[in-house]
């Protein structure tokens, strides 16, 4: 009985030692089961996974050979059981994979460090850019530089507001440039504002603003003209370039700022003639068989009388054999022997006709109570009527159809 009750404490012992060892194998399985990410219903195999990344980093060196630039487009882990398509045709989208299994072998890509991360494509940033300013890069032949500038106009407080943004592309007669700006208000030659002094740019950025006092009855007679300037070692000042801008076409109120950009022109280093010149472009289209003026600008005019009473402009006369046909005239800008104007006229003329056709550009000048007076005239046109210059002017016209093309004249005193 002894033998039997010592048997029967051992066998018990080790049947309780037993139940021990199962609840706590059963336990720490529980706890580490917490301490684990949840498992996908259908894992594979590590191997699977492995031949998967190393396809990913083949793709990855492979886009980066061809495609330097290229991001990395990846789905995070809270969206793996979703179907997701093919986004490059050499890259294939995970399915039914462990999103946890880490490569054992082969470098390790910055987007791997991503747990579960699936390579799905790639995005490309130039696809996203903003579309490129073409006035920062298209530069026709022979340009001297751009000048961009924004206006804007106070109706209450009767200012004209203007930035001065930037200049692009200078060429100075010197290795280095150090540009500055001076700005008029025409027909007010006497009095300007000045930027500041960029030192040794060819692209400097002003980014500054400058106000006129200008009543809102006079700001349409009134024309912009900025003059940009090189300041060598001497201290001496050498014009660049100069763009003009009429302010009569445009639309200024307090909620309308025009930001503006323009190639700047060569000064006219010859002097006036006696009476005056006239700048216009003249154009044939011989497909419409339309002939365009566009009238620029005057200099140097003889006014019978420097005041605001006096207006001045420019009447365009086609005519043939000497008859006028159809004449036009420009708006009327007071007070100035240098008015600004561009303007265009279109005249229909057949190409038969430009043997006998030609174009009287007169420039006259009105005062209140007072008649007419002409300033000058020039007729351009073919030899039966013109020589020089007005001959020149009016054969490149024809030799280049739809082209513009600007000429200076000089005024003749006409009675």
Same mark, same amino acid.
């Given at each position: ?5 010592? %048997? ?34 259908? /894992?594979?195999?590590?191997?699977? %996974? @492995? ?7 083949? +793709?990855? #060196? ?13 789905? /995070? ?5 979703? !179907? ?13 994979? !462990? ?17 579960? $991360?699936?390579? &799905? ?16 890069? !298209? ?63 060819? @692209? ?12 809102? *009855? ?14 060598? *070692?001497? *201290? ?72 605001? $009473?006096?207006? &001045? ?6 005519? @043939? ?10 708006? $009327? ?6 008015? &600004?104007?561009?303007?265009?006229? +279109?005249? *229909? $003329? ?31 046109? /073919? ?11 009016? @054969?490149?016209? #024809? ?5 513009? &093309? ?10």
């Amino acid at each position: 009985e002894q033998s039997v009750a010592v %048997a029967g404490g051992v066998i018990g012992g080790i049947l309780l030692f037993v139940l021990i060892g199962i609840t706590a194998y059963l336990l720490w399985k529980k706890f580490c089961y917490l301490l684990s990410y949840e498992e996908l219903t259908s /894992p594979v195999k590590t191997t699977n %996974a @492995n031949a998967i990344f190393q396809d990913q980093l083949t +793709s990855e #060196i492979q886009l980066k050979s061809t495609r330097s630039r290229s991001i990395p487009f990846i789905i /995070p882990p809270t969206l793996h059981g979703r !179907d997701w398509i093919n986004l490059m045709n050499e890259e294939h989208v995970q399915e039914h994979s !462990d999103p946890y299994m880490i490569p054992q072998s082969g470098p390790r890509s910055s987007f791997h460090s991503l747990a579960g $991360a699936y390579v &799905v494509g790639t995005i490309n940033p130039e696809l996203y850019k903003f579309p490129e300013d073409k006035s920062e890069t !298209d530069f026709p032949e022979g340009n001297i530089g751009r000048l961009w500038f924004s206006i804007e106009y106070e109706q209450e407080s009767e200012r004209l507001l203007i930035s001065l943004i930037k200049v692009r592309k200078l060429q100075p007669p010197a290795d280095s440039c150090s540009p500055f700006v001076k700005i008029y208000l025409l027909p007010d030659e006497r009095s300007y504002l000045q930027s500041k002094t960029k030192r040794k740019t060819l @692209n400097p950025q002003f980014d500054e603003n400058f106000v006129f006092q200008v009543s809102s *009855k006079m700001l349409l007679q009134r024309t912009l003209k900025f003059l940009v300037y090189h300041v060598d *070692k001497q *201290k001496k000042h050498h014009l660049l370039g100069q763009v003009t801008f009429p302010l009569k076409n445009e639309t200024l109120t307090d909620d309308n700022k025009l930001v503006i950009w323009r190639d700047l022109e060569k000064e006219n280093l010859e002097s006036p003639s006696e009476f005056g010149d006239i700048q216009f472009s003249l154009s044939y289209n011989d497909y419409l068989g339309r002939l365009t003026v566009v009238v620029l600008r005057a200099r140097g005019l003889k006014l019978q009388e420097e005041s605001h $009473a006096v207006s &001045v402009y420019v009447k365009v006369s086609l005519m @043939n054999h000497n008859k006028f046909i159809k004449s036009k005239k420009t708006a $009327a800008v007071l007070g100035s022997p240098n008015p &600004v104007y561009n303007e265009t006229f +279109s005249f *229909k $003329a057949d190409q038969t006709e430009l043997d006998t056709a030609s174009l009287s550009v007169s420039v006259l000048q009105s005062v209140k109570g007072e008649k007419t007076h002409i300033l000058g005239r020039v007729v351009v046109g /073919p030899f039966m009527y013109t020589r020089g210059k007005e001959l020149e002017h009016w @054969n490149e016209m #024809i030799s280049k159809p739809k082209e513009l &093309v600007k000429r200076w004249h000089a005024l003749c005193h006409s009675t």
